[in-house]
């Protein structure tokens, strides 16, 4: 099969839980049947699980003649399937308008074509289908999960190219939206987190597109007009800048009528501009900001890896070793274990388009945070320079290969891989090859690259707390 057998007992799984959502809206007497025939799925996915290995989907491409690159996942055994259409669209090419990118992705279905947002709401809920619109740093998505019978996908497909080529962008919704954000805006003032990301990424990147919040602040948001999201709308939402993930049971005909139907009346349009070089920090920051908290927020870091990085395996092993296994990772147990400084810390490198952040946070007490940054700077510092052993290397290798197969063992989960792949021009093997890629990873390769690529005199330190005056060096 074209599609490993974790990926279709998922599918076994979403198509149980679908079917029964279904059934609930249209009977209140099917309300205890749901967990019972769940029940019996999942003992069917347990009792099969380890009889069968894992091998990557097989992924075709193809370009259509108004430039979308279409990536096409066929998968069998049940009447579904995942489109996603995504968009280089995203937070960073917002450009001075910040907030621009998600507020208008948030209006898309809104309203559209001749239907509201609750006739929308109805023709998807009609079919039992599901949609939604996600905005982040690098892009913009639109996601539906449908049913295959003719007359349903049909409905489903009309609704969604509806809401792709014919948005409204009504001043009311506009108005209604944006007074939302500008609401969630104020709250993020009195958040000592999200207050620690902002500071953080602007620490980090400086005057690049990604040192702003993907939402937008008070400011930019309050001068936004309904026709700069046209305008935004109708510069990036284009089929040049586009590409269209599809993975469920559809042959590769039906995926390019699906295409061509979908993509019908977008404009060709050119895609979006380069986004710059990320430019590293030239020295070490420290920045405090006064909360009145009872604990600190803690972030350090520097500009870290992107998606098509050589050293991405190495930096990837290594740091789940450092910080991102959870409780096993050396952050956790210096800073949680052995001192009680905090509740966890972790770390993790985030890769987009150009570099993403490395990130290592951590909360601790207030009168605590000298101690706690002194501990996290000591852990990296001789993680960078030692590397990790071979036991610790070996037991991370299991983790990190024992469990990949599950991430993708949906349609849902696939279909976001490949948007991944697709988005950022990955190779098309890349979850044949992932797990080897994670072997080929040594003691020395990591050591190297930690060395090259994280540089203690350039972290960036954001604090966000009440902290007493001795707290903070």
Known sequence: MPIHFLTYVGRISDSITHFFTRSNKASKKASSQPAFFYGLSLGFILVVFSQYSSAAAKIDYWKTPQGSRVYYVHTEGLPMVDIQVVF???????????????????????????????????????VGAQFGVSSSIDMTTLSLRTLTDAPLFDKALETMQVILTQPVFKELDFKREKNRTLAGLQQQEESPAALAKIAFYKALYGKHPYAHPESGDIKSVSDLKSADLRHFYQKFYVADN?????????????????????????????KADRLPEVEMPIKALQQHIEFPSSQTHVLV????????????????????????????????????EKRGLAYSASSNFIPMMKPGPFLISLQTRNDQTTEALQVLNQTLTDFINKGPTEAELTAAKKNITGGFA???????????????????????????????KVEEVSVTSIADAFKRRVKPALLQTITVGQVASKSVK
């Not at 279905?109 to 239907?115: F, L, M, N, R, Y």
């Not at 930096?315 to 991102?324: A, C, M």
């Open 88 to 126: 280089d669209a995203g937070s960073a090419q917002d450009g001075q308008q910040f907030g621009v990118a998600a507020l208008t992705a948030d209006l898309l279905d809104s309203s559209a074509g001749k239907w509201s947002a609750d006739e929308i709401a109805q023709r998807f809920e009609s």
């Open 242 to 270: 586009a590409i269209v993930v599809i993975v469920g049971n559809l042959s590769e005909q039906q995926a390019k009528q699906t295409v061509e139907k979908l993509l019908a009346g977008l404009p060709v349009g050119k």
């Open 301 to 336: 870091g520097l500009p870290g890896s992107y998606r098509k990085d050589p050293d991405y395996f190495n930096l990837y092993v290594g740091n789940h070793i450092l910080g991102g296994s959870g409780l096993v990772s050396k952050l956790f147990d210096e800073v949680r």
């Open 406 to 436: 599950m991430r993708f063992d949906t349609n849902k989960k696939l279909a976001n891989y490949v948007s991944m792949i697709g988005f950022y021009e990955m190779p098309l093997d890349y979850l044949d090859t992932f797990q080897q």
